[in-house]
């Protein structure tokens, strides 16, 4: 059997229940990695499923692989890692942890893995010292993430941490990092600690964001402050190859979306709205000419006005994804009648009326349409066949039901001038 080593990796996983909490394409990786390395096909929905070094023997020296994966590994496991050979470690590419538990052998990775290019360390607890080491001689990498990560520090160093980062920067995630006060020599003490995660607070983490200039894409979640909008603003300014910023509404400011203006390389926003628009003392007559791709995920009541001023200050957007967490009025479709560049929709909400769902985009030139959690058997298809550019209608759903049923299916056979294909968990209609 001939294999493609260039896209071979190694997968980890040792608790089966977090199976679950893999992303599909991770799922697909942890498929292909079993067929390649265990000569025998996973069927990923299985929920028993095990992979651990101790199971199988598996050569480092007999695959090219680039890129390991791994998944809550517990001590014991983590020592597997140290004896991969040198030049083995050297190759490797992409590294990504989700410990659980805090390690000071953690460290020794540096050793290992000294041309990494993208590091992500994922659920997992780490001393101040430790991460910053790991950055300092991680001298390579092009994209770092830091997801949901406890940072513990010796009572003695009170927040804010600040933290140097590589100017090789590409690409850069920060989303929930926490404080942790204890004693880092004490590895008890932090477990301890890790139990009350949910009561831990937001670190105050500090970048030197002067330092990095090639920053392609940009990825804050965290809590609102002004050193956070401050930060976010300098990284606008100094990285003038940024295509790509995600970030709450809230953390930005007029500032902001004048450094926006002035970045022509800047083409898409995405914006978590998690407070009322009319918090933002924000001048929308400011046009983002620039700004293609937009995407508005909404966890709260807000007031339709501001939206509507901040799409009409992107009079060339075409693509639009909005993600509707929970329920509003309808009247909000009427912020985006003005959208006349729009050329592809993505919706993702249970809690707007199907019906009048298309109304406000008849005039504008949408091309390809996807909606997640609508009833088919809800949709006026005689809508989407006014819009005279659609070719594409794309529908996903996490619930099988009335979705993939023989009702459905029979409505999906008697649309006229549509091709139906079923997808694995979701329905492509093409124009024909």
């Known amino acids: 059997m001939c294999h493609d080593t260039n896209k071979a990796f190694l997968t980890i996983l040792t608790e089966p229940e977090l199976f679950d909490y893999l992303t599909a394409s991770e799922k697909l990786e942890l498929s292909l990695t079993c067929k390649f390395l265990y000569n025998k096909t996973v069927n990923y929905m299985r929920r028993d499923l095990l992979l651990d070094f101790g199971k199988k023997p ?248 501001n939206l509507t001023k901040l799409l009409n200050s992107m009079p060339n957007l075409e693509y639009f994804e909005y993600n509707l967490v929970l329920q509003i009025q309808e009247d909000f479709l009427s912020c985006f009648q003005g959208l006349r560049m729009l050329k592809k929709l993505k919706i993702k909400t249970n809690y707007l009326n199907p019906a009048n769902l298309m109304l406000p985009f008849a005039k504008c030139n949408l091309e390809a349409i996807e909606l997640c959690e609508f009833n088919p058997l809800e949709l006026d298809w005689n809508v989407f066949g006014q819009l005279k550019e659609l070719k594409t209608v794309r529908l996903v759903s996490s619930q099988n039901g009335d979705f993939v049923s023989e009702k459905a299916k029979g409505v999906y056979n008697r649309l006229k001038g549509w091709k139906v294909c079923f997808v694995g968990g979701s329905i492509n209609c093409l124009k024909l």
């Open 58 to 305: 598996i050569f480092f020296n007999d695959y090219n692989i680039k890129t390991i994966f791994t998944i809550q590994l517990t001590q014991n496991q983590l020592r597997y890692l140290n004896q991969i050979p040198s030049n083995y470690g050297q190759r490797t590419k992409t590294l990504t942890i989700k410990l659980g538990r805090y390690y000071p052998i953690l460290l020794d990775l540096t050793k290992q893995f000294n041309n990494l290019t993208k590091l992500e360390l994922r659920h997992s607890i780490i001393d101040s010292g430790t991460l910053q080491i790991l950055l300092d001689n991680f001298s390579n990498l092009k994209a770092l993430t830091l997801h949901q990560i406890f940072i513990c520090y010796p009572p003695t160093q009170a927040p804010p941490l600040v933290f140097n980062f590589p100017n090789t920067l590409q690409k850069l995630m920060i989303n929930g990092c926490y404080q942790l006060e204890c004693d880092v020599s004490d590895p008890v003490s932090i477990n301890l600690q890790w139990t009350r995660f949910a009561t831990s607070p937001l670190i105050d983490l500090i970048i030197d964001s002067a330092k990095i200039t090639s920053l392609k894409k940009l990825s804050i979640l965290k809590r609102v402050n002004n050193n956070l909008t401050r930060m976010i603003n300098q990284f606008i300014e100094n990285n003038s190859s940024l295509t790509s910023i995600e970030a709450d509404l809230l953390c930005l400011n007029q500032q902001s979306f004048t450094c926006i203006t002035n970045n022509q390389n800047l083409e898409h926003l995405s914006l978590y709205i998690n407070g009322t628009l009319s918090e933002l003392n924000i001048n929308y007559s400011i046009p983002l000419l620039n700004i293609k791709k937009l995407t508005c995920t909404i966890n709260t009541r807000f007031t339709f006005g």
